[in-house]
């Protein structure tokens, strides 16, 4: 595989690890602790997995916030 390749997924995933930690920020959970952040996220993929109106529900509440409730 070249360095070109290499880098490039590199930045990809740099890229979307920077955007998730924002997400964390903008949710207010910056002070929380890692593990805390870690159990909200499994409890919550658990609960999408097992409820699609759930899933509606945070789906609106995350459009809201990034204030665009249409899309």
Request: charged share 40%; glycine share 8%; proline share 0%.
């Given at each position: 595989?070249?360095?070109?390749?290499?880098?490039?997924?590199?930045?990809?995933?740099?890229?979307?690890?920077?955007?998730?930690?924002?997400?964390?920020?903008?949710?207010?959970?910056?002070?929380?602790?890692?593990?805390?952040l870690l159990g909200l996220l499994i409890?919550?993929?658990?609960?999408?997995?097992?409820?699609?109106?759930?899933?509606?529900?945070?789906?609106?509440?995350g459009a809201e916030a990034f204030g665009?409730?249409?899309?």
């Open positions: 595989m070249s360095r070109f390749v290499i880098s490039e997924a590199r930045k990809k995933d740099a890229r979307e690890t920077i955007e998730l930690g924002g997400l964390i920020i903008k949710a207010g959970l910056r002070h929380e602790k890692r593990t805390l409890d919550a993929g658990r609960r999408l997995r097992a409820d699609e109106a759930e899933r509606s529900r945070l789906t609106t509440i665009n409730a249409g899309k």
